[in-house]
C-alpha cells in the first residue's frame, strides 16, 4: 500500500491523454494520470508513482523547504538560547517546525 | 569439498522431510540448501564431506581437478546481452574459476522441447561456442534428448566443466578470519533486473544488459597479486550477494559486516529495485564475483582487479568481524544497520 | 536519486538524530505507532533504531493490508483461479501468501495461471491480449491503492470489457486506527501517521485522533529522514503537551487530500457493513465493495465463490502483536513455528508485518555497533 517512487515526466501520450511515460532512474513506464485530472502535470515535472499511477505531484518548493528547516536544526536551537538569554518571550513560537 | 567413497552411503537416513519439490527448492536459496544437503549430500557425498562449494576438487593420482556442473533453466531464452547459450559456458567456466581452477573442457546436455524451431537452437549453438573462444574453453562434446512439447520450455541446458587447479590456491571458508576484506569485481542485479525486465510482465523499460560473461581473467588477477592471502570465493548467482555471503557466514562461523556505499550499483538496477521494492543484494550475478581476502593484501588484490579489463569497478565492500556470527549486515554512514538474510525463493516485486 | 537522496543523507540524518535525543526526557518512556507498514519496512530497512535513543519504543500498527488479510480470502480468491481459463492477476506481495491449500505461487506450481502484476492497468491488458480466458484481479490495498482499482474499473466499464474483473479486499486506514485506540491495553503516546494513504484521504480524517483521544499524530514521508523529523515533530508536541495533526510530508500530500481520487473510490466503491480483519476481529464499515453500478465486473458476484472462513490457531498472538500489546518476539511461535519461511500467522505472512520484518532485520543482530566492532578487526 505504501510503497512509492519520485518519478520525471518525460512525455505525455498524445492519443491516451490520461497517460505520461515517466523516467526513474533511467527506468521507463507508462504511468496513467487518471488520478491528476484536476491538476495535470506536464513534461518535467516530478510525480509519485504506486502501482503505475501518478498519486500527487511533487512539490520541489516543499522539499527544499523541508531541507533547509533540517540543516537548521541544532542551529535554531543556538539561536533560541542565545535570544533567551535577552529574557525575550515566546521565542519557541518562532521555530521554523 | 573433497570427495570420498560413497559406496557405504546409499543406505543412509535423509534429512530431508519435505513431502514433495516445490519450486523453492531450485531457486539457490534456504529451500535449496536444504535438498541438498538433506537428501543429495547424506546419499551420495561421504559423511565427511565438509561445506559444499562450487566444484568438486578431485585427486587422480598426482594431479587435483577441479569439476563443477549446472542446469540453465531461464526464461526468456534470449535477453539484453546474451542467452542461455552465453549462461550454460560463462556459468560452469565461473564456478570454476571461483574454486580456484582454470576451466579447460566442458560438456553439454541439451534436453529440446518438440517443436523448437531450429534457427532458435541454431542460435544458442553459436552463442555457446562464440563463449568458449572467448572464454578460451573447449566444448569436448555432449548429449541431446527431445521431450514432448509442453516437457520444456524451449530448452534447458546442462553444462559439466572440469579445470585445472592454479597453483598457490587453497580457498576455504575454513581459512577466513576476522578482519579479512570483502572484495566485490563490480556492480550488482544487472542480470536479474534485465532477466526481469524482458519478461515484460511488468512494462518497464530500461537501457541495461546482462552482465554475463568469465570472470577468469579478473579471478586470475586477484590471484596472482594475492596469492595465499585469497581465502574463499563465490560467484553470486541465483540469490545474489546476499545468499553467498550468508552461506560463507554459516560455512566459517564468523560474521560479515558489509558498508552499504561501497557497493557498487548502476542507477538503473537501482531505479528498478526501488520502482519493485526490490533489494539488489538478493539479485542474481553473472558476471561478478566475491573474494576474501586478507586484509595486508586487500588494496593490492583490488588494484589487480580494477587493472585488469572488464575489473574497473570493483569495490571492498565490507568486512569479515567476530560479530554477527553467521549473519550478514549491511550498515550505513549514520549507523543504522539491518541484517539480510538468504533469500527463499525468487525475488518478487511489492507495492507495499 | 532525486527526491530521495537528499532524504538519505547521512549527516542530516545524525544531525536530525541528536535532535531527537536532545528532545526526549530520559525519565521518560516514549511509545509511538507507525500505523502503516512501509513505515514498518522503512524503519528497518534503514536501520533507523538503531540511531534512535532507547527510550523510543516503535510499535508497528496494523497498516499493512497483506498481513490484515483473512486466509479464507485468499482461498476464495484461488477457488476462482482453479476454474479453467481463469488467469488469477496479483501483486508480488500477495504470492507467497499461504492460504489452506498452499499460496498463490504454489498453486501456479500446480498448473493454475497465476501472474503477478505491477498495475492493476497491467490486469487488463492482460485480458485483452487473452479474450479466450477471463482475468481475476485481486485487488488489496488500504485507500493508497484503491482509486487506482477504481479507475481501473472505470475504464473496464467504459471499454465495455467482459473478461475482466476483480475481487476486492480493499480496506480503509481509520477503523484499523480506531481499533486499536479503543483496545483497552492500549498505551501510546503518539502516531507517525500513514504517507501515501494521506495523498488520498488528506489529514482532516485524522482530526479525531488529535481532539477526541488527545494523541498528537504527524503524517510522515517515507525515507529516514521523513521519519526522524515526524519524531521529532511528535516529541515536541509531546513536550508542550499538545495533540494536533501535523503534515511532514508536504512535498506530496495535501491537506485536502486528492479530489479525483476520492471521486473515483465514491462512484465505483462503497463500504461494507462490516469485513472480517486478520488478528482484529471483525470491524464495521471498515472494507470496500464493489458498487452494483459495476456488478459486472466484481468476482464475488460473477462467480461463485465459497466464502470460506479459516480461524488462525489460538497459540498465534497476531491480535496482540498489531495493537502493540507484544512484541513480536513475546508470541509464543514466534521462531519456531512461526518463520517467514513456514507463516502460522498474519505478521509473518508478508515482509512488512512486525513479526516477519523483525525476524528478517532484527532477530539475531548484535545490540550495539560496538558489539559489531569486537576484537578481530586489523
Same mark, same amino acid.
Given at each position: ?70 540543516? /537548521? ?8 538560547? #542565545? ?13 521554523? !517546525? | ?5 560413497? /559406496? ?8 530431508? &522431510? ?14 535449496? &540448501?536444504?535438498?541438498? #544437503? ?75 522441447? @518438440? ?22 574453453? $573447449? ?6 534428448? *527431445? ?15 572440469? =579445470?585445472?587447479?592454479?597453483?598457490? *590456491? ?60 585469497? &581465502? ?30 561501497? !557497493? ?28 576474501? *581476502? ?19 569497478? @570493483?569495490?571492498?565492500? =565490507?568486512? $569479515? ?32 | ?33 507507525? $500505523? ?44 476462482? @483461479? ?12 500477495? /504470492?507467497?501468501?499461504? =492460504? ?37 484481479? +485481486? ?27 476483480? +475481487? ?48 498528537? !499524530? ?14 521529532? /515533530?511528535?516529541? &515536541? ?14 512535498? $506530496? ?13 465514491? #462512484? ?83 515482509? #512488512? ?26
Amino acid at each position: 500500500m505504501c510503497l512509492a517512487i519520485p518519478g520525471k515526466i518525460v512525455e505525455i501520450s498524445s492519443d491516451v491523454t490520461h497517460s505520461a511515460l515517466v523516467d526513474v532512474m533511467g527506468v521507463r513506464r507508462r504511468v496513467d494520470l487518471g488520478l491528476l485530472q484536476e491538476d495535470r502535470p506536464k513534461p518535467g515535472d516530478w510525480v509519485l508513482i504506486h502501482v503505475g499511477f501518478a498519486m500527487s505531484k511533487i512539490s520541489e518548493e516543499e522539499a527544499l523547504d523541508q531541507m533547509h528547516t533540517l540543516q /537548521m536544526l541544532g542551529e535554531s536551537e543556538a539561536v533560541i538560547e #542565545e535570544v533567551r538569554g535577552y529574557g525575550l518571550e515566546d521565542v519557541e513560537e518562532k521555530r521554523i !517546525i | 569439498m573433497s570427495v570420498t567413497k560413497t /559406496m557405504e552411503n546409499f543406505a543412509a537416513k535423509i534429512r530431508f &522431510r519435505e513431502p514433495q519439490i516445490e519450486m523453492a527448492h531450485g531457486a539457490g536459496g534456504k529451500a535449496s &540448501r536444504r535438498l541438498v #544437503e538433506g537428501l543429495f549430500a547424506p546419499l551420495l557425498f561421504g559423511s565427511n564431506s565438509g561445506p559444499l562449494g562450487d566444484a568438486a576438487h578431485i585427486q587422480i593420482n598426482d594431479t587435483r581437478i577441479a569439476m563443477t556442473t549446472d542446469s540453465f533453466v531461464v526464461k526468456p531464452l534470449s535477453f539484453p546481452g546474451g542467452s542461455i547459450g552465453e549462461l550454460a559456458i560463462n556459468g560452469t567456466v565461473n564456478d570454476l574459476a571461483v574454486s580456484g581452477a582454470r576451466a579447460e573442457a566442458i560438456v553439454v546436455t541439451f534436453v529440446l522441447e @518438440a517443436g523448437l524451431p531450429t534457427d532458435i537452437l541454431e542460435a544458442e549453438v553459436r552463442a555457446m561456442g562464440k563463449a568458449a573462444q572467448q572464454a578460451d574453453v $573447449v566444448i569436448a562434446g555432449g548429449d541431446t534428448k *527431445v521431450v514432448e512439447h509442453g516437457k520444456a520450455d524451449h530448452m534447458y541446458v546442462t553444462t559439466t566443466g572440469i =579445470g585445472r587447479l592454479i597453483p598457490g *590456491v587453497d580457498i576455504a571458508a575454513s581459512s577466513v578470519r576476522p578482519g579479512d576484506r570483502v572484495l566485490l569485481s563490480g556492480p550488482i542485479g544487472d542480470h536479474g533486473i534485465t532477466i526481469l525486465l524482458a519478461r515484460g510482465e511488468l512494462d518497464l523499460e530500461a537501457e541495461l544488459r546482462s552482465d554475463t560473461r568469465s570472470v577468469f581473467p579478473l579471478v586470475q588477477a586477484v590471484v596472482s597479486a594475492a596469492g595465499a592471502g585469497v &581465502r574463499w570465493m563465490r560467484d553470486p548467482t541465483r540469490g545474489g550477494v546476499a545468499t553467498s555471503l550468508n552461506e560463507l557466514a554459516r560455512d566459517c562461523g564468523y560474521g560479515i559486516v558489509l558498508f552499504e556505499e561501497k !557497493i557498487p550499483l548502476r542507477d538503473t538496477v537501482r531505479g528498478a529495485c526501488e520502482l519493485l521494492g526490490l533489494d539488489p543484494l538478493h539479485i542474481a550475478n553473472e558476471g561478478q564475483f566475491l573474494a576474501i *581476502v586478507s586484509a595486508e593484501l586487500a588494496d593490492v588484490a583490488l588494484r589487480a582487479v580494477r587493472e585488469a579489463p572488464g575489473g574497473s569497478e @570493483a569495490e571492498i565492500i =565490507g568486512e $569479515v568481524r567476530e560479530q554477527p556470527a553467521g549473519a550478514v549486515l549491511v550498515t550505513t554512514l549514520y549507523g543504522g544497520m539491518r541484517l539480510v538474510d538468504m533469500l527463499v525463493g525468487d525475488p518478487l516485486p511489492r507495492i507495499c | 536519486m532525486k527526491f530521495v537522496d537528499e532524504f538519505r543523507d547521512p549527516e542530516l540524518i545524525m544531525k536530525t538524530a541528536e535532535e531527537v535525543r536532545r528532545l526526549t526526557d530520559p525519565q521518560r518512556q516514549y511509545r509511538l505507532m507507525e $500505523v502503516c507498514g512501509g513505515h514498518t519496512h522503512a524503519i528497518y530497512r534503514f536501520g533507523l533504531k538503531d540511531v534512535l535513543p532507547e527510550n523510543i519504543d516503535l510499535i508497528h500498527g496494523p497498516g499493512c493490508p497483506v498481513c490484515v488479510l483473512p486466509m479464507g480470502r485468499i482461498d476464495d480468491g484461488l477457488s476462482i @483461479a482453479a476454474q479453467p481459463k481463469v488467469i488469477f492477476a496479483a501483486f508480488g506481495d500477495m /504470492m507467497r501468501v499461504p =492460504g489452506a491449500h498452499g499460496s498463490p505461487l504454489e498453486h501456479k506450481a500446480r498448473g493454475a495461471d497465476v501472474r503477478i502484476v505491477y498495475s492493476p492497468t497491467d490486469a487488463i491488458k492482460l485480458a485483452k491480449a487473452n479474450p479466450d480466458k477471463h482475468v481475476m484481479f +485481486f485487488a488489496i490495498g488500504f485507500e493508497t491503492t484503491a482509486p487506482s482499482t477504481a479507475l481501473t474499473l472505470q475504464r473496464a466499464r467504459a471499454e465495455g470489457l467482459q473478461n475482466f474483473s476483480v +475481487f476486492c479486499n480493499h480496506v480503509t486506514i481509520i477503523p484499523a486506527i480506531r481499533a486499536i485506540l479503543d483496545s483497552p491495553d492500549m498505551r501510546l503516546d503518539g502516531f507517525i501517521g500513514p504517507g501515501h494513504c494521506s495523498t488520498v484521504i488528506g489529514c482532516r480524517p485524522y482530526e479525531w485522533i488529535a481532539c477526541d483521544e488527545g494523541k498528537p !499524530i504527524v503524517v510522515c514521508g517515507f525515507e529516514p529522514l521523513d521519519l526522524l523529523q515526524s519524531i521529532v /515533530m511528535l516529541l &515536541r508536541q509531546l513536550k508542550k503537551g499538545e495533540a494536533k495533526v501535523e503534515n511532514q510530508y508536504k512535498r $506530496v500530500v495535501p491537506w485536502e487530500g486528492n479530489r479525483a481520487a476520492l471521486k473515483a473510490m465514491n #462512484e465505483v466503491f462503497q463500504l461494507r457493513p462490516y469485513f472480517e480483519w486478520r488478528g482484529l476481529g471483525f470491524i464495521s464499515q471498515s472494507a470496500l465493495r464493489i458498487r452494483d453500478s459495476y456488478a459486472q465486473w466484481d468476482a464475488e458476484r460473477r462467480f461463485n465463490i465459497p466464502g470460506i472462513r479459516i480461524t488462525d490457531p489460538k497459540a498465534a498472538q497476531c491480535g496482540e502483536v498489531l495493537k502493540g500489546v507484544l512484541k513480536p518476539a513475546q508470541c509464543k511461535l514466534f521462531a519456531r513455528e512461526c518463520t517467514p519461511e513456514s507463516p502460522v500467522g498474519a505478521l509473518m505472512v508478508s515482509s #512488512e508485518g512486525s513479526c516477519a520484518a523483525f525476524y528478517n532485520y532484527e532477530h539475531r543482530k548484535p545490540v550495539t555497533i560496538s558489539d559489531v566492532n569486537l576484537a578481530g578487526v586489523v
